[in-house]
């Protein structure tokens, strides 16, 4: 009790923050485009970390994970608003957490997930312009061990191996 070096946090408060400053720091300014726009142009899946392509939305590997297996299920169409997604765009991202959820189990035998959407900056999205799911597994005491407070520690040799872990998995 009283340890100031683990303070007691809102672990929901803790979870949808610190990516932010991650994606502001890492990402530049924001007239360089939108990297969910961008990113499904460029063909190079494996190393946008792109796991999977639908019709109208896709699927890719948060840069600055939260958690090991941290997905976004993204729309392709560049839009904020969530009142303009299409019934077709709706459904697929669903089918499409759905799918993360499903595989994510299978690989990493998480014992808990966080769903969720950041809408506007104050929401704590990093991307405020261009809307997505973050589905992030969980596993007890994680916590304990993540960045909260620090930096990511995740490098990107360790996310193309996820990459090529998950990507094997829906294949599968
Ligand atoms: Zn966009």
């Known amino acids: 009790m009283g340890s100031s070096s683990r303070q007691d946090q809102d672990p929901a408060k803790i979870l949808w923050a610190p990516w932010r400053m991650e994606y502001i720091e890492h990402c530049g300014t924001p007239e360089k485009g939108c990297i969910f726009c961008d990113k499904p142009k460029q063909n190079d899946d494996r190393s946008n970390l792109i796991l999977l392509r639908g019709g109208t939305v896709y699927v890719i590997m948060n840069r600055f994970p939260y958690n090991n297996g941290h997905l976004m299920v993204v729309p392709f169409r560049h839009t904020s608003?969530?009142?303009?997604?299409?019934d077709g765009e709706?459904?697929?991202m669903f089918e499409q957490l759905e799918v993360c959820r499903t595989v994510l189990t299978r690989v990493m035998q998480p014992h808990g997930f966080n769903i969720g959407m950041n809408l506007g900056r104050v929401a704590g999205a990093g991307i405020a312009?261009?809307?997505h799911f973050h589905i992030v597994p969980r596993w007890d005491g994680d916590t304990n061990f993540m960045p909260i407070l620090g930096h990511t520690k995740v490098v990107s040799e360790g996310l193309e191996r996820?990459?090529?872990?998950i990507r094997d998995a829906l294949k599968s």
Do not use: A, F, I, N
């Not at 608003?81 to 299409?86: I, K, P």
């Not at 996820?162 to 872990?165: A, G, S, V």
């Open 129 to 131: 312009d261009h809307l």
């Open 81 to 86: 608003d969530m009142g303009s997604l299409t």
């Open 90 to 92: 709706r459904s697929e």
């Open 162 to 165: 996820t990459w090529d872990k």
